[in-house]
């Protein structure tokens, strides 16, 4: 069964940094996409970035240069670091691993940037 635990994240405040951390179990993450959503207040969940399997980095242009993911293949891992933080960015974000057939989720963390 696959399950993608979240840790990092809480309250910052505008031009600071978090780092958003999601380990997987049941599945290999090199072998799948794994992506960040984010879903802000009265907001629908939008995608902020995701990489492929063979490792290639994509954003939304809200977040170019200042998010970065990246994966840790050895830890199954897969992280969000992000950088020069705005009030904008508030929302819960939540780990995604897309297995074609099938999407899972993270829990969700909340992530306050105050201004």
């Known amino acids: 069964q696959v399950q993608l635990v979240e840790s990092g994240g809480g309250l910052v405040q505008s031009g600071g940094s978090l780092r958003r951390s999601c380990a997987a179990s049941g599945m290999i993450i090199s072998s799948y996409s794994m992506g960040w959503y984010r879903q802000a207040p009265g907001q629908l969940r939008e995608l902020v970035s995701f990489?492929?399997?063979?490792?290639?980095?994509n954003y939304v242009d809200s977040v170019k240069g200042r998010f970065t993911i990246s994966r840790d293949n050895a830890k199954n891992a897969v992280y969000l670091q992000m950088n020069s933080l705005k009030p904008a960015d508030t929302a819960v974000y939540y780990c995604n691993a897309d297995l074609l057939t099938s999407y899972y989720w993270g829990n969700g963390t909340l992530v306050t940037v105050s201004s």
């Open positions: 990489i492929t399997a063979d490792g290639t980095a």
